[in-house]
Protein backbone atom coordinates (compact mmCIF):
# COMPACT_ATOMS: atom_id res chain seq x y z
CA UNK A 1 0.00 0.00 0.00
CA UNK A 2 1.27 3.31 -0.69
CA UNK A 3 2.27 5.28 1.98
CA UNK A 4 0.05 8.82 2.15
CA UNK A 5 2.51 11.69 3.40
CA UNK A 6 1.58 15.10 4.62
CA UNK A 7 2.80 18.02 3.44
CA UNK A 8 3.52 20.21 6.55
CA UNK A 9 2.57 24.10 5.35
CA UNK A 10 5.94 26.18 4.79
CA UNK A 11 5.79 29.43 7.15
CA UNK A 12 8.29 32.45 5.13
CA UNK A 13 10.67 34.02 7.58
CA UNK A 14 10.12 37.72 8.24
CA UNK A 15 12.43 40.01 8.06
CA UNK A 16 12.36 41.61 11.28
CA UNK A 17 13.87 44.90 9.63
CA UNK A 18 11.47 45.08 6.79
CA UNK A 19 8.62 44.45 8.94
CA UNK A 20 9.47 47.30 11.22
CA UNK A 21 10.06 49.48 7.98
CA UNK A 22 6.91 48.89 6.50
CA UNK A 23 4.61 49.10 9.52
CA UNK A 24 6.08 52.51 10.67
CA UNK A 25 5.56 53.71 6.77
CA UNK A 26 1.75 52.36 6.75
CA UNK A 27 1.56 54.04 10.29
CA UNK A 28 2.66 57.39 8.52
CA UNK A 29 0.51 57.10 5.82
CA UNK A 30 -2.34 56.24 7.57
CA UNK A 31 -2.26 59.38 9.77
CA UNK A 32 -1.40 61.36 6.94
CA UNK A 33 -4.55 60.08 5.20
CA UNK A 34 -6.60 60.67 8.74
CA UNK A 35 -5.62 64.40 8.21
CA UNK A 36 -6.06 65.21 4.83
CA UNK A 37 -9.75 63.48 5.55
CA UNK A 38 -10.36 65.37 8.19
CA UNK A 39 -9.54 68.44 7.01
CA UNK A 40 -10.61 68.23 2.88
CA UNK A 41 -13.71 66.11 3.45
CA UNK A 42 -16.85 67.60 1.95
CA UNK A 43 -18.70 64.93 4.03
CA UNK A 44 -21.43 66.28 6.21
CA UNK A 45 -21.96 63.06 8.90
CA UNK A 46 -18.96 62.92 11.39
CA UNK A 47 -15.68 63.13 10.26
CA UNK A 48 -14.10 62.66 13.75
CA UNK A 49 -15.53 59.11 13.77
CA UNK A 50 -14.39 57.93 10.16
CA UNK A 51 -10.97 59.62 11.00
CA UNK A 52 -10.42 57.63 13.67
CA UNK A 53 -10.60 54.03 12.29
CA UNK A 54 -8.85 54.87 9.26
CA UNK A 55 -5.21 54.11 10.82
CA UNK A 56 -6.50 51.28 13.06
CA UNK A 57 -8.17 49.81 9.71
CA UNK A 58 -4.90 50.33 7.58
CA UNK A 59 -2.75 48.90 10.49
CA UNK A 60 -5.37 45.84 10.85
CA UNK A 61 -4.86 44.84 6.76
CA UNK A 62 -1.28 45.18 6.96
CA UNK A 63 -1.38 42.77 10.04
CA UNK A 64 -3.34 40.38 8.07
CA UNK A 65 -1.30 40.27 4.80
CA UNK A 66 1.63 39.59 6.90
CA UNK A 67 0.16 36.62 8.70
CA UNK A 68 -1.42 35.26 4.91
CA UNK A 69 1.73 35.15 3.30
CA UNK A 70 3.86 33.61 5.49
CA UNK A 71 1.78 30.50 5.21
CA UNK A 72 -0.76 29.14 2.36
CA UNK A 73 -2.39 27.31 5.17
CA UNK A 74 -3.07 30.36 7.56
CA UNK A 75 -4.65 31.75 4.26
CA UNK A 76 -7.28 29.56 3.09
CA UNK A 77 -8.19 29.46 7.19
CA UNK A 78 -8.25 33.28 6.88
CA UNK A 79 -10.91 33.18 4.16
CA UNK A 80 -13.41 30.68 6.34
CA UNK A 81 -12.69 32.97 8.93
CA UNK A 82 -14.02 36.18 6.81
CA UNK A 83 -17.12 34.52 5.75
CA UNK A 84 -18.71 34.48 9.46
CA UNK A 85 -18.26 38.00 9.62
CA UNK A 86 -20.62 40.17 8.53
CA UNK A 87 -20.55 44.03 8.09
CA UNK A 88 -23.68 45.77 8.92
CA UNK A 89 -22.36 49.37 9.22
CA UNK A 90 -24.05 51.71 7.14
CA UNK A 91 -21.91 54.04 4.68
CA UNK A 92 -23.72 57.02 3.85
CA UNK A 93 -21.68 58.70 1.65
CA UNK A 94 -19.68 57.63 -1.07
CA UNK A 95 -16.74 59.72 -0.18
CA UNK A 96 -16.17 57.62 3.04
CA UNK A 97 -15.89 54.63 1.16
CA UNK A 98 -13.12 55.49 -1.14
CA UNK A 99 -11.31 56.47 1.76
CA UNK A 100 -12.02 53.39 3.48
CA UNK A 101 -10.70 51.89 0.54
CA UNK A 102 -7.96 53.72 0.63
CA UNK A 103 -6.73 53.00 3.98
CA UNK A 104 -7.27 49.05 2.91
CA UNK A 105 -5.21 49.54 0.32
CA UNK A 106 -2.70 51.01 2.34
CA UNK A 107 -2.56 48.03 4.56
CA UNK A 108 -2.24 45.64 1.43
CA UNK A 109 0.62 47.56 -0.18
CA UNK A 110 2.39 47.70 2.41
CA UNK A 111 1.92 43.94 4.09
CA UNK A 112 3.37 42.64 0.52
CA UNK A 113 6.14 44.63 0.67
CA UNK A 114 5.70 46.68 -1.90
CA UNK A 115 6.92 50.00 0.29
CA UNK A 116 7.97 52.28 -2.81
CA UNK A 117 4.98 51.38 -5.20
CA UNK A 118 2.37 52.08 -2.31
CA UNK A 119 4.11 55.45 -1.50
CA UNK A 120 4.24 56.77 -4.80
CA UNK A 121 0.54 55.87 -5.84
CA UNK A 122 -0.89 56.75 -2.18
CA UNK A 123 1.03 60.30 -2.87
CA UNK A 124 -0.41 60.48 -6.01
CA UNK A 125 -4.14 59.79 -4.95
CA UNK A 126 -2.92 62.62 -1.70
CA UNK A 127 -2.06 65.12 -4.43
CA UNK A 128 -5.19 64.57 -7.06
CA UNK A 129 -7.62 64.92 -3.73
CA UNK A 130 -5.56 68.18 -2.58
CA UNK A 131 -5.93 69.73 -5.97
CA UNK A 132 -9.19 68.12 -7.29
CA UNK A 133 -11.77 66.35 -5.23
CA UNK A 134 -11.52 69.18 -2.40
CA UNK A 135 -12.55 71.64 -4.61
CA UNK A 136 -15.73 73.50 -4.17
CA UNK A 137 -17.03 72.84 -7.41
CA UNK A 138 -16.81 69.29 -7.46
CA UNK A 139 -19.10 69.04 -4.30
CA UNK A 140 -21.40 70.51 -7.09
CA UNK A 141 -22.63 73.61 -4.20
CA UNK A 142 -25.07 75.22 -6.87
CA UNK A 143 -27.63 72.23 -5.38
CA UNK A 144 -29.37 72.83 -2.53
CA UNK A 145 -32.19 70.99 -0.70
CA UNK A 146 -35.41 72.89 0.12
CA UNK A 147 -37.69 71.80 2.98
CA UNK A 148 -40.97 74.02 3.28
CA UNK A 149 -43.51 73.16 6.07
CA UNK A 150 -46.88 74.94 6.46
CA UNK A 151 -50.01 74.61 8.12
CA UNK A 152 -52.14 75.98 6.30
CA UNK A 153 -54.60 73.42 4.22
CA UNK A 154 -55.39 75.91 1.49
CA UNK A 155 -52.07 75.76 0.23
CA UNK A 156 -51.63 73.41 -3.03
CA UNK A 157 -48.07 72.10 -3.64
CA UNK A 158 -48.50 73.20 -7.49
CA UNK A 159 -48.50 76.35 -6.25
CA UNK A 160 -45.43 76.13 -4.47
CA UNK A 161 -43.73 73.94 -7.19
CA UNK A 162 -44.58 77.01 -9.40
CA UNK A 163 -43.40 79.89 -6.81
CA UNK A 164 -39.58 77.75 -6.81
CA UNK A 165 -39.72 77.22 -10.67
CA UNK A 166 -39.12 80.48 -11.40
CA UNK A 167 -36.29 81.16 -9.87
CA UNK A 168 -34.40 78.00 -10.41
CA UNK A 169 -33.11 75.86 -13.41
CA UNK A 170 -34.40 72.98 -11.93
CA UNK A 171 -36.92 71.75 -9.68
CA UNK A 172 -37.06 67.81 -8.62
CA UNK A 173 -39.49 67.07 -6.03
CA UNK A 174 -37.83 64.35 -3.41
CA UNK A 175 -40.46 64.29 -0.64
CA UNK A 176 -43.85 65.33 0.51
CA UNK A 177 -45.67 64.79 3.73
CA UNK A 178 -49.36 65.14 5.04
CA UNK A 179 -50.72 65.50 8.35
CA UNK A 180 -52.62 66.70 10.52
CA UNK A 181 -50.12 68.93 12.29
CA UNK A 182 -49.49 70.44 8.46
CA UNK A 183 -47.55 69.43 5.15
CA UNK A 184 -44.26 69.62 4.57
CA UNK A 185 -42.34 69.32 0.71
CA UNK A 186 -38.69 68.39 0.07
CA UNK A 187 -37.01 69.54 -3.15
CA UNK A 188 -33.61 69.75 -4.85
CA UNK A 189 -33.00 72.77 -6.39
CA UNK A 190 -30.58 73.68 -8.81
CA UNK A 191 -29.00 77.61 -8.94
CA UNK A 192 -27.36 79.60 -11.37
CA UNK A 193 -26.66 82.40 -8.64
CA UNK A 194 -27.01 82.34 -4.53
CA UNK A 195 -29.02 85.60 -4.22
CA UNK A 196 -32.27 83.53 -5.86
CA UNK A 197 -32.92 81.64 -2.32
CA UNK A 198 -34.34 85.77 -0.83
CA UNK A 199 -36.44 85.80 -4.21
CA UNK A 200 -37.52 82.08 -3.57
CA UNK A 201 -38.10 82.66 -0.10
CA UNK A 202 -40.05 85.88 -0.58
CA UNK A 203 -42.50 84.30 -3.60
CA UNK A 204 -43.04 81.13 -1.30
CA UNK A 205 -43.86 83.33 1.37
CA UNK A 206 -46.81 85.31 -0.52
CA UNK A 207 -48.54 81.78 -1.09
CA UNK A 208 -47.97 80.31 2.43
CA UNK A 209 -47.34 83.34 4.94
CA UNK A 210 -46.98 81.07 7.84
CA UNK A 211 -44.50 78.70 5.93
CA UNK A 212 -40.97 77.70 7.27
CA UNK A 213 -38.13 77.49 4.42
CA UNK A 214 -34.97 75.45 5.20
CA UNK A 215 -31.83 75.28 2.61
CA UNK A 216 -29.28 72.79 3.16
CA UNK A 217 -26.06 71.70 0.41
CA UNK A 218 -27.59 69.06 -1.50
CA UNK A 219 -27.34 65.36 -0.17
CA UNK A 220 -28.60 62.46 -1.49
CA UNK A 221 -32.42 61.91 1.05
CA UNK A 222 -31.41 59.17 3.72
Known amino acids: MQEIQLIEPAFTQLNPVEFAFNLFLCIVASFMLRSVYVKRSISLSGKFHIGTVIPILACVTFLVIMVVKSSLALSLGL ?6 VRFRTPIKEPEEL ?7 ALGLG ?20 MLWLSRTSVAKQDEYNLM ?6 EVEVKDLLSAVSDHTEQVEMQKYNVGEAGSSL ?15 LRQVRTIAPASNCSFYEARPLQ
Do not use: C, H, N, P
Request: glycine share 6%; charged share 15%.
Open 186 to 200: FLKVMLDDIEKLEAI
Open 98 to 104: VYLFLAI
Open 79 to 84: VGALSV
Open 148 to 153: IDWTDR
Open 110 to 129: YGAGQSVVTSVVFLVILVLI
